[in-house]
Protein backbone atom coordinates (compact mmCIF):
# COMPACT_ATOMS: atom_id res chain seq x y z
CA UNK A 1 0.00 0.00 0.00
CA UNK A 2 1.75 3.17 -0.66
CA UNK A 3 1.96 5.90 1.77
CA UNK A 4 -0.83 8.42 0.64
CA UNK A 5 -2.84 5.81 0.65
CA UNK A 6 -1.94 4.56 4.54
CA UNK A 7 -2.48 8.48 4.96
CA UNK A 8 -6.40 8.75 3.30
CA UNK A 9 -7.07 5.53 5.43
CA UNK A 10 -6.03 7.29 8.71
CA UNK A 11 -7.57 10.23 7.95
CA UNK A 12 -10.86 8.50 6.96
CA UNK A 13 -10.73 7.01 10.78
CA UNK A 14 -10.92 10.24 12.13
CA UNK A 15 -14.36 12.21 13.01
CA UNK A 16 -16.77 13.46 9.48
CA UNK A 17 -16.42 17.07 10.22
CA UNK A 18 -12.35 16.78 10.73
CA UNK A 19 -11.85 14.45 8.00
CA UNK A 20 -13.42 16.44 5.25
CA UNK A 21 -11.48 19.14 6.21
CA UNK A 22 -8.48 17.40 6.22
CA UNK A 23 -8.92 15.85 3.05
CA UNK A 24 -9.96 18.90 1.16
CA UNK A 25 -6.52 20.20 2.65
CA UNK A 26 -5.10 17.54 1.23
CA UNK A 27 -6.36 17.70 -2.38
CA UNK A 28 -5.59 20.91 -2.31
CA UNK A 29 -2.18 20.41 -1.50
CA UNK A 30 -1.93 17.72 -4.38
CA UNK A 31 -3.46 19.70 -6.58
CA UNK A 32 -0.46 22.41 -5.82
CA UNK A 33 2.12 19.98 -5.92
CA UNK A 34 0.77 18.76 -9.17
CA UNK A 35 0.34 22.21 -10.94
CA UNK A 36 4.43 23.33 -9.52
CA UNK A 37 5.34 20.12 -11.04
CA UNK A 38 3.63 20.20 -14.27
CA UNK A 39 4.97 24.31 -14.23
CA UNK A 40 8.44 22.99 -13.72
CA UNK A 41 8.54 20.36 -16.66
CA UNK A 42 7.03 23.54 -18.87
CA UNK A 43 9.93 25.74 -17.60
CA UNK A 44 12.21 22.76 -18.64
CA UNK A 45 10.76 22.31 -21.77
CA UNK A 46 10.88 25.51 -22.91
CA UNK A 47 14.62 25.80 -21.46
CA UNK A 48 15.41 23.14 -24.22
CA UNK A 49 13.30 24.91 -26.96
CA UNK A 50 15.26 27.93 -26.53
CA UNK A 51 18.58 26.12 -26.09
CA UNK A 52 18.01 24.41 -29.60
CA UNK A 53 15.83 28.28 -31.01
CA UNK A 54 18.64 30.42 -30.30
CA UNK A 55 21.42 28.88 -32.07
CA UNK A 56 19.07 27.60 -34.65
CA UNK A 57 17.79 31.43 -34.98
CA UNK A 58 21.32 33.00 -34.63
CA UNK A 59 22.12 30.55 -38.00
CA UNK A 60 19.36 32.00 -39.67
CA UNK A 61 19.97 35.56 -38.98
CA UNK A 62 23.50 35.34 -40.48
CA UNK A 63 22.41 33.49 -43.64
CA UNK A 64 20.15 36.06 -44.34
CA UNK A 65 22.50 38.56 -43.89
CA UNK A 66 25.19 37.04 -46.01
CA UNK A 67 23.14 34.83 -48.20
CA UNK A 68 22.62 38.43 -50.52
CA UNK A 69 26.59 39.02 -50.42
CA UNK A 70 27.41 35.82 -51.38
CA UNK A 71 25.20 34.08 -53.79
CA UNK A 72 24.05 36.65 -57.20
CA UNK A 73 21.36 37.87 -57.41
CA UNK A 74 18.73 36.17 -59.57
CA UNK A 75 19.01 36.65 -63.53
CA UNK A 76 22.55 38.78 -63.08
CA UNK A 77 24.75 38.80 -66.19
CA UNK A 78 28.03 37.64 -65.36
CA UNK A 79 30.31 40.82 -65.30
CA UNK A 80 32.35 41.36 -68.28
CA UNK A 81 33.20 44.85 -67.65
CA UNK A 82 37.13 45.73 -68.68
CA UNK A 83 38.75 48.94 -68.01
CA UNK A 84 41.69 50.74 -69.89
CA UNK A 85 44.13 52.96 -68.65
CA UNK A 86 46.29 54.82 -71.21
CA UNK A 87 49.38 52.43 -71.33
CA UNK A 88 46.77 49.58 -71.75
CA UNK A 89 45.66 50.93 -75.55
CA UNK A 90 47.15 53.00 -78.44
CA UNK A 91 45.04 55.70 -80.70
CA UNK A 92 45.77 55.11 -84.62
CA UNK A 93 44.78 55.96 -87.48
CA UNK A 94 42.27 53.71 -89.10
CA UNK A 95 42.08 53.10 -92.96
CA UNK A 96 38.08 52.50 -92.44
CA UNK A 97 35.65 54.98 -91.19
CA UNK A 98 32.62 53.66 -89.14
CA UNK A 99 30.25 53.36 -91.97
CA UNK A 100 32.66 50.90 -93.64
CA UNK A 101 33.84 48.86 -90.12
CA UNK A 102 30.33 48.37 -89.33
CA UNK A 103 29.29 47.27 -92.50
CA UNK A 104 32.31 44.90 -93.12
CA UNK A 105 31.80 43.27 -89.61
CA UNK A 106 27.73 43.06 -89.43
CA UNK A 107 27.81 45.42 -86.68
CA UNK A 108 24.81 47.80 -85.89
CA UNK A 109 26.87 51.14 -85.20
CA UNK A 110 25.56 54.44 -85.17
CA UNK A 111 27.21 57.17 -87.59
CA UNK A 112 27.37 60.63 -89.03
CA UNK A 113 25.99 59.44 -92.79
CA UNK A 114 27.86 62.52 -93.91
CA UNK A 115 30.60 61.09 -96.49
CA UNK A 116 29.21 61.88 -99.38
CA UNK A 117 29.85 65.56 -99.15
CA UNK A 118 32.41 65.87 -95.92
CA UNK A 119 34.99 68.50 -96.54
CA UNK A 120 36.83 66.70 -94.01
CA UNK A 121 36.62 62.64 -92.15
CA UNK A 122 39.49 60.96 -90.44
CA UNK A 123 38.90 57.96 -88.01
CA UNK A 124 41.15 56.77 -85.64
CA UNK A 125 41.32 53.47 -83.76
CA UNK A 126 41.80 52.88 -79.95
CA UNK A 127 43.59 49.91 -79.94
CA UNK A 128 44.71 47.49 -77.06
CA UNK A 129 48.33 46.91 -76.84
CA UNK A 130 49.57 43.44 -77.76
CA UNK A 131 46.52 42.01 -78.72
CA UNK A 132 45.77 44.93 -81.47
CA UNK A 133 42.30 44.22 -80.69
CA UNK A 134 39.95 47.40 -81.44
CA UNK A 135 38.33 48.54 -77.91
CA UNK A 136 36.23 51.32 -80.46
CA UNK A 137 36.86 54.21 -83.48
CA UNK A 138 36.72 58.25 -82.97
CA UNK A 139 35.85 59.89 -86.22
CA UNK A 140 35.84 63.59 -86.98
CA UNK A 141 33.97 64.62 -89.69
CA UNK A 142 32.95 68.24 -91.20
CA UNK A 143 29.83 68.80 -93.22
CA UNK A 144 30.57 70.17 -96.36
CA UNK A 145 27.10 71.80 -96.58
CA UNK A 146 27.12 73.35 -92.96
CA UNK A 147 30.52 73.54 -91.93
CA UNK A 148 29.48 71.80 -88.49
CA UNK A 149 31.99 70.15 -87.04
CA UNK A 150 31.19 67.06 -84.78
CA UNK A 151 33.53 64.11 -84.23
CA UNK A 152 31.65 60.69 -82.72
CA UNK A 153 33.05 57.86 -80.65
CA UNK A 154 32.06 54.85 -79.75
CA UNK A 155 32.77 51.79 -77.53
CA UNK A 156 31.16 48.01 -76.78
CA UNK A 157 28.99 48.78 -73.40
CA UNK A 158 31.38 46.95 -71.57
CA UNK A 159 34.45 48.57 -72.28
CA UNK A 160 35.68 51.64 -70.53
CA UNK A 161 38.19 53.72 -71.94
CA UNK A 162 40.11 56.22 -69.32
CA UNK A 163 39.73 59.32 -71.71
CA UNK A 164 36.08 58.34 -72.48
CA UNK A 165 35.23 58.27 -69.03
CA UNK A 166 36.67 62.00 -67.95
CA UNK A 167 33.49 62.64 -70.97
CA UNK A 168 31.39 60.94 -68.72
CA UNK A 169 32.23 62.12 -65.72
CA UNK A 170 31.69 65.74 -66.54
CA UNK A 171 28.36 65.07 -68.45
CA UNK A 172 25.69 65.73 -65.33
CA UNK A 173 23.30 67.32 -67.35
CA UNK A 174 20.34 64.78 -68.77
CA UNK A 175 17.87 64.79 -71.81
CA UNK A 176 15.98 62.27 -72.83
CA UNK A 177 15.83 61.39 -76.40
CA UNK A 178 13.34 58.27 -78.20
CA UNK A 179 13.72 56.97 -74.73
CA UNK A 180 17.60 57.22 -74.84
CA UNK A 181 19.27 59.27 -72.02
CA UNK A 182 21.67 61.49 -72.93
CA UNK A 183 23.90 63.14 -70.89
CA UNK A 184 25.29 66.18 -71.86
CA UNK A 185 27.73 69.47 -70.88
CA UNK A 186 28.86 72.33 -72.30
CA UNK A 187 32.47 72.40 -72.21
CA UNK A 188 33.82 76.09 -73.01
CA UNK A 189 33.35 76.63 -76.56
CA UNK A 190 32.21 72.35 -77.28
CA UNK A 191 29.33 70.66 -76.54
CA UNK A 192 29.53 67.19 -75.30
CA UNK A 193 27.41 64.37 -75.29
CA UNK A 194 27.45 60.49 -73.68
CA UNK A 195 24.65 57.81 -74.54
CA UNK A 196 24.16 54.18 -74.55
CA UNK A 197 22.50 52.62 -77.51
CA UNK A 198 21.90 49.03 -78.18
CA UNK A 199 25.33 47.27 -77.66
CA UNK A 200 27.71 50.64 -77.58
CA UNK A 201 28.29 53.64 -75.69
CA UNK A 202 28.21 56.81 -77.96
CA UNK A 203 30.30 60.12 -77.20
CA UNK A 204 29.46 62.83 -79.74
CA UNK A 205 31.10 66.35 -79.52
CA UNK A 206 30.22 69.40 -81.21
CA UNK A 207 33.17 71.78 -81.83
CA UNK A 208 32.70 75.93 -81.45
CA UNK A 209 28.97 75.25 -80.91
CA UNK A 210 27.27 75.78 -77.34
CA UNK A 211 23.27 75.23 -78.21
CA UNK A 212 22.33 71.64 -76.94
CA UNK A 213 19.15 71.66 -78.86
CA UNK A 214 21.04 70.96 -81.86
CA UNK A 215 23.08 68.16 -79.85
CA UNK A 216 19.85 66.83 -79.02
CA UNK A 217 18.83 67.28 -82.62
CA UNK A 218 22.37 65.30 -83.80
CA UNK A 219 21.75 62.51 -81.28
CA UNK A 220 17.96 62.13 -82.64
CA UNK A 221 19.28 61.51 -86.13
CA UNK A 222 21.94 59.18 -85.35
CA UNK A 223 19.11 56.69 -83.81
CA UNK A 224 16.59 57.19 -85.87
CA UNK A 225 19.49 56.72 -89.05
Known amino acids: ?23 NELNAACLQDFDAEKMEKRKSSKRKFMAVFLPVGAVAA ?8 VLPKKNEPQSNIRTFSSHEYSIKAYDQNIKEY ?5 KNILYFDWYDNADNCTTDCYSENGTQAVLGLKEYVVNGNTGEAVEIQFTDISIYIDV ?3 ISDICKNEYVVNSVVLKWVVDDINLNGVFEYGDYRYFVTLERNTDE ?11 NN
Open 102 to 106: AQANS
Open 62 to 69: CLAITLPI
Open 164 to 166: LNE
Open 1 to 23: MSEEKKFRKLIQNHDVENRDKIL
Open 213 to 223: NRLFELVESLI
